[in-house]
């Protein structure tokens, strides 16, 4: 009978376990631990397995608190953590961008003399990249980890001193470079990054697409257009196949640069390796056209986005009315501006197409600074045309002003009560009352256009 209830025990947990790995892959870690705790109540008694599975799940919830929280309860369980249970409290903290915590986990496996896997160092490494709020010496933290990692080949049983290390015998992967070289390139430190990558087939491993990624976009970062372009032939001659983040890195740094005709090249050369162009990248190819001053350019890789039916962004469209404005190109900045109003939602000017049509608006009419751009304009509760003027635009770019600058159309009732508009001194100024009041129509580029080229009013 005992055999049988133990059976009866044994084949109940194994089904508890299966069902917190199920939650967790589901993402649904209260369901996880709602039945971790009522084993605890109810039985089966949970094993070490099933901690580990509950951690895993908070893990993949991205609830690393809750994590911890078990750790701190196996010894009423009567367990003691092992390897796999630091493996998945640190990817927990990896997820949930917990550097700090993940060092001090990784610190206290060794305390309790156990020694850390591959999956640990990984994890840790990776939380060291991804962590928040980013610190100088994270990069430095998983270089000193990677570092742990290759020494262990070379001295069998050794150990590093740099803390927060422990003994290792565990070689490293390209998943434990490729983490260090992501984290030397949101460090900025292009050059470490390059020297890891270069080092890797020292250590009999073959550099992928995340490893090229990962350090032409530390290139980018430092605006070396020639080493990125430069990395990129080298992984394509590697036969690697290059993924769209190496090829969106590359022409970001070709367009900072304002080497516009190479980054076309690029653009035009990815669906030659098998890689369709995405959003960035082309916002990206039409930023370098507007920095060479090639509006036509511009134009051909919007209709080409439009084409491919990619979503248009912030991006894309400054660009696209900057090239157009620094070439004269008047009605096609008009036209863009008008379907980035319809397009996008609401944006603070500092970041949207708005300064772009601004400045060349200022230049084409050649408008002073005390003058008003009579552009943006809407009806307050009391029926008052009010104009967003150009002051007010500065004073919000600025930081010194708390008013909202939204587009016209997008102006709710809300923000209009929030804003401290500029009104006409004669109302009989109203540039769009027949237009959006008694017809209930939204002005259009042509409306803007006759405005703009009409009306100046003194502040």
């Not at 601004?358 to 009806?379: A, D, M, S």
Request: aromatic letters at 8%; a neutral charge.
């Amino acid at each position: 009978m005992a055999r049988v209830a133990s059976r009866a025990e044994e084949i109940a947990l194994r089904k508890c376990n299966n069902l917190i790995q199920d939650f967790g892959r589901r993402k649904a870690w209260a369901e996880a631990l709602a039945v971790l705790w009522q084993m605890r109540r109810d039985g089966p008694v949970p094993s070490l397995i099933t901690a580990n599975c509950a951690i895993s799940a908070c893990g993949h919830g991205h609830r690393w608190t809750e994590a911890l929280n078990i750790l701190g309860q196996l010894p009423d369980f009567g367990l003691r953590p092992d390897v796999f249970t630091f493996g998945s409290l640190i990817s927990a903290c990896e997820k949930a961008r917990q550097w700090q915590v993940a060092l001090a986990l990784l610190k206290n496996l060794g305390d309790r003399g156990l020694e850390p896997d591959l999956v640990v160092f990984n994890a840790t490494i990776s939380a060291l990249e991804k962590g928040a709020p980013w610190m100088q010496r994270q990069w430095s933290c998983a270089l000193n980890l990677l570092e742990s990692l290759c020494q262990a080949k070379s001295q069998p049983g050794g150990s590093t001193q740099s803390p927060p290390l422990t003994k290792s015998r565990t070689l490293p992967d390209v998943v434990s470079f490729n983490a260090a070289i992501s984290a030397c390139a949101r460090a900025a430190q292009w050059q470490h990054g390059l020297g890891l990558l270069h080092s890797m087939r020292r250590h009999m491993l073959e550099p992928d697409a995340v490893s090229f990624s990962a350090s032409i976009s530390a290139l980018d970062g430092a605006r070396r257009w020639d080493g990125a372009l430069a990395l990129l032939c080298e992984m394509l001659e590697a036969g690697v196949r290059a993924d769209v983040v190496a090829f969106s890195a590359t022409i970001s740094a070709l367009s900072k640069s304002s080497q516009w005709l190479l980054a076309l090249a690029v653009l035009s050369s990815m669906e030659q390796h098998r890689t369709r162009p995405n959003a960035v990248a082309c916002a990206a190819a039409m930023a370098a056209c507007d920095r060479g001053g090639r509006w036509e350019s511009a134009l051909a890789v919007l209709q080409q986005m439009q084409q491919q039916r990619l979503r248009m962004d912030v991006v894309a469209y400054t660009s696209a009315i900057s090239a157009c404005g620094k070439g004269s190109q008047w009605f096609e900045a008009l036209r863009l501006f008008r379907l980035s109003c319809e397009h996008l939602a609401p944006a603070n000017p500092a970041n949207s197409p708005f300064l772009a049509f601004f400045e060349f608006v200022k230049q084409r009419w050649q408008l002073l600074h005390e003058q008003v751009i009579p552009l943006l304009t809407y009806h307050d509760e009391a029926g008052d045309e009010c104009i967003l003027n150009q002051k007010s635009i500065v004073d919000a770019l600025n930081g010194t002003s708390q008013e909202k600058i939204w587009f016209s159309e997008y102006l709710s009732w809300e923000d209009r009560n929030m804003v401290r508009p500029w009104k006409p001194r004669n109302s009989s100024r109203s540039l769009f009352s027949e237009l959006g009041t008694r017809a209930s129509l939204k002005p259009d580029a042509a409306s803007f256009n006759a405005v703009l080229g009409a009306a100046t009013l003194d502040d």
